[in-house]
């Protein structure tokens, strides 16, 4: 009788895996081979390549051109984040263009933060992150659009540290610039005799708004950049609106272990293929289900994605194969996120386990110290 064998093939290149040698393609380690048989594997020079992914925004040249433009001016920069979607909103290339000039960060979007959280200590995260992204900022504000809270803060702070100069709200892609500016000027009177005009930037194709705001001063918003790897982008309309939340998110706790796997909705699932078992404190939109399985894996992701209905899966992403595999290895100590951009992050304590993360092709999957420390 003869024997069907499935031969093995890299889930990212398509190339057929062999252990034997490294110089050709589809080479794998033959540890990894051996370690997860029935896994969904990556070439090694796949491997790298995927773990070497940036979260990087790629800017285009107009919009450099824009940056370099303002950085000439001196000019105050609103710089607004989106808490939830927090990773999101840092390009390097942006903050190295801003590094001279005074900045307001604006954590945008904290009515969405889970009810207890701690105000003063995500402040602190915020400023944290920004530090370490060497932007002079001058303060931190959170702010929500929807809310309306901090709003009359901000337009305070703007008036204060402004000393009459222009004013560019700048950020990715839905942080909320123009829900902010709307919310500012409500109430502002125009007596310039100049419009609110959409804008062209000099010398660029790209638009944004200018709004008069004093005899020589205007407020700009500056079109956002784009996070092509955030699954809002990535995924398709009826989904991408499930996933953003419309209120507060909750914790929804779970354990996983090596015998019992995790998947958000169908587009995300989780193994743990090495540590104790974990507790992770999930912050996902409610609309989305959270469900943890005992058993196989892979049998579980796959059947989810198989009957999984509207609300919760793509239709875009229906097969594994079309999912990146990331394996997360936790040297850190303490309270952990692990996100996912655009879906939100589970909160753990690190203990050198390593999760194994699925995620749609393209998405960005990141570990940071926990955004939330002290949420019950
Ligand atoms: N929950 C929440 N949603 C917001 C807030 N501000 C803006 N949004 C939503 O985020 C999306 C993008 O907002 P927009 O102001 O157009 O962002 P922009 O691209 O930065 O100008 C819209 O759907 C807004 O309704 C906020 O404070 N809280
Ligand atoms: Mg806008």
């Given at each position: 009788?003869?024997?069907?064998?499935?031969v093995?093939?890299?889930?990212?290149?398509?190339?057929?895996?062999q252990?034997?040698?490294?110089?050709?393609?589809?080479?794998?380690?033959?540890?990894?081979?051996?370690?997860?048989?029935?896994?969904?594997?990556?070439?090694?020079?796949?491997?790298?390549?995927?773990?070497?992914?940036?979260?990087?925004?790629?800017?285009?040249?107009?919009?450099?051109?824009?940056?370099?433009?303002?950085?000439?001016?001196?000019?105050?920069?609103?710089?607004?984040?989106d808490?939830?979607?927090?990773?999101?909103?840092?390009?390097?290339?942006?903050?190295?263009?801003?590094?001279?000039?005074d900045?307001?960060?604006?954590?945008?979007?904290?009515?969405?933060?889970?009810?207890?959280?701690?105000?003063?200590?995500?402040?602190?995260?915020?400023?944290?992150r920004?530090?370490?992204?060497?932007?002079?900022?001058?303060?931190?504000?959170?702010t929500?659009?929807n809310?309306?809270?901090?709003?009359?803060k901000?337009?305070?702070?703007?008036?204060e540290?402004?000393?009459?100069?222009?004013?560019?709200?700048?950020?990715?892609?839905?942080?909320g610039?123009?829900?902010?500016?709307?919310?500012?000027?409500?109430?502002?009177?125009?007596?310039t005799g100049?419009?609110?005009?959409?804008?062209?930037?000099?010398?660029?194709?790209?638009?944004?708004?200018?709004?008069?705001?004093?005899?020589?001063?205007?407020i700009?918003?500056?079109?956002?950049?784009?996070?092509?790897?955030?699954?809002?982008?990535?995924?398709?309309?009826?989904?991408?609106?499930?996933?953003?939340?419309k209120?507060?998110?909750?914790?929804?706790?779970?354990?996983?272990?090596?015998?019992?796997?995790?998947?958000?909705?169908?587009?995300?699932?989780?193994?743990?293929?090495?540590?104790?078992?974990?507790?992770?404190?999930?912050?996902?939109?409610?609309?989305?289900?959270?469900?943890?399985?005992?058993?196989?894996?892979?049998?579980?992701?796959?059947?989810?994605?198989?009957?999984?209905?509207?609300?919760?899966?793509?239709?875009?992403?229906?097969?594994l194969?079309?999912?990146d595999?990331?394996?997360?290895?936790?040297?850190?100590?303490?309270?952990?996120?692990?996100?996912?951009?655009?879906?939100?992050?589970?909160?753990?304590?690190?203990n050198?386990?390593?999760?194994?993360?699925?995620?749609?092709?393209?998405?960005?999957?990141?570990t940071?110290?926990?955004?939330?420390?002290?949420?019950?």
């Amino acid at each position: 009788m003869s024997i069907l064998k499935k031969v093995k093939r890299c889930s990212h290149c398509g190339s057929i895996l062999q252990a034997e040698d490294p110089t050709k393609s589809g080479y794998i380690s033959p540890l990894i081979l051996k370690k997860y048989p029935d896994g969904i594997l990556l070439c090694d020079s796949c491997f790298n390549e995927v773990k070497q992914e940036k979260s990087e925004v790629i800017l285009n040249k107009d919009f450099i051109k824009v940056l370099e433009a303002i950085k000439k001016t001196n000019s105050l920069i609103i710089y607004v984040l989106d808490i939830f979607s927090f990773e999101g909103g840092f390009s390097s290339e942006v903050t190295e263009l801003l590094s001279d000039l005074d900045v307001i960060a604006v954590a945008n979007k904290v009515d969405l933060m889970p009810l207890k959280s701690d105000e003063r200590q995500l402040k602190e995260y915020v400023s944290h992150r920004l530090r370490v992204a060497k932007l002079n900022v001058k303060d931190v504000i959170l702010t929500s659009s929807n809310t309306g809270y901090n709003i009359d803060k901000l337009r305070e702070l703007i008036a204060e540290t402004r000393n009459h100069r222009d004013v560019y709200f700048l950020g990715s892609q839905n942080s909320g610039k123009s829900s902010l500016i709307s919310e500012i000027i409500k109430n502002f009177n125009n007596t310039t005799g100049r419009m609110i005009v959409t804008y062209t930037f000099p010398e660029t194709s790209l638009r944004g708004f200018r709004i008069p705001t004093g005899t020589k001063n205007y407020i700009y918003e500056v079109p956002g950049f784009p996070i092509n790897n955030s699954l809002i982008n990535i995924l398709d309309k009826p989904i991408s609106t499930y996933i953003i939340p419309k209120k507060p998110v909750e914790n929804r706790k779970v354990t996983i272990s090596e015998k019992v796997s995790l998947a958000i909705g169908g587009i995300c699932f989780v193994e743990l293929t090495d540590g104790e078992k974990t507790v992770l404190n999930c912050y996902f939109s409610s609309k989305i289900d959270v469900k943890t399985k005992r058993g196989e894996a892979l049998k579980f992701f796959n059947s989810i994605l198989k009957n999984g209905d509207q609300k919760n899966t793509s239709f875009k992403f229906r097969d594994l194969s079309n999912f990146d595999v990331y394996d997360f290895f936790v040297e850190e100590k303490g309270e952990r996120d692990l996100g996912i951009l655009g879906l939100g992050w589970m909160q753990f304590k690190g203990n050198s386990q390593t999760f194994r993360v699925y995620v749609p092709r393209g998405t960005y999957v990141f570990t940071t110290r926990a955004k939330l420390n002290n949420v019950k």
